[in-house]
């Protein structure tokens, strides 16, 4: 079977909520497929991606989007008036990772920050952020083109998805630092939305493995590009 058709882009009018998410590790198999199908008529799910667009304040993914990421997706990017959710998954196996991990997670200006669940041996990591268009269209604009879609896909590459969505890239590099033990993505959302609210008493009685120096130039260029999107509110 071979692509019939792919048009690429992301919807975000600012009164909808949108949804994309990737696997990266794994396809989906075909059970999981018709699992995830089953979640909108609309919904048009490959083994690799699936779209959700709701319009209006009470329609909305049903049952919300965390066990999407807590079962099948590693990668997921959300709009919604503005607001947007990064969320990369991955492996945890150990306690210890666990715990290191769950420091990291803060709420800061707007309640804006970084949010660390634990499903299984899965950790899901959210970013909550806005987001400054001028600075983040090259990155949500992909080319141009109207909300994708697939038909009768089977055989679309990872790297396709990846070469074709420049924020599915952007956050598989994060999420492969994050496996890594890299957690600078985290001190990025810490300066733009911890920083300018938790002084360095906070951060030490909070024991928030953060603190109120930030050097940019040192930080890989996917996270430079990830700073300079960040915006607040």
Not at 57 to 85: A, K, Q, R, V
Not at 122 to 145: E, H, I, K, M, W
Not at 175 to 199: E, N, S
Request: charged share 25%; net charge negative; glycine share 4%.
């Amino acid at each position: 079977m071979k692509i019939i058709s792919l048009r690429k882009g992301f919807t975000s009018d600012h009164s909808s909520t949108s949804y994309e998410f990737l696997a990266v590790a794994e396809p989906l198999d075909r059970q999981a497929i018709e699992e995830v199908s089953s979640l909108s008529s609309r919904a048009q799910p490959t083994d690799r991606t699936v779209s959700f667009i709701y319009h209006g304040d009470f329609n909305d993914l049903p049952g919300g989007w965390n066990p999407l990421m807590e079962e099948h997706f590693d990668i997921m990017y959300s709009e919604s008036y503005d607001w947007w959710t990064f969320a990369v998954a991955f492996p945890v196996k150990t306690e210890e990772q666990r715990a290191e991990l769950a420091e990291y997670e803060f709420s800061g200006l707007e309640d804006l920050g970084v949010m660390i669940d634990f499903h299984k041996e899965r950790a899901v990591v959210s970013f909550y952020c806005t987001l400054d268009y001028g600075t983040a269209l090259p990155v949500l604009d992909n080319q141009g083109r109207d909300y994708r879609y697939y038909e009768e896909v089977d055989s679309f590459e990872l790297e396709d998805y990846l070469n074709n969505d420049r924020l599915f890239k952007l956050l598989s590099e994060v999420r492969q630092q994050l496996i890594t033990g890299d957690y600078r993505a985290f001190k990025v959302f810490w300066d733009v939305y911890g920083r300018p609210l938790y002084d360095e008493e906070a951060i030490q009685e909070l024991k928030l493995p953060y603190d109120n120096s930030f050097d940019f130039a040192s930080l890989p260029d996917n996270l430079k590009q990830l700073w300079n999107m960040l915006a607040v509110v």
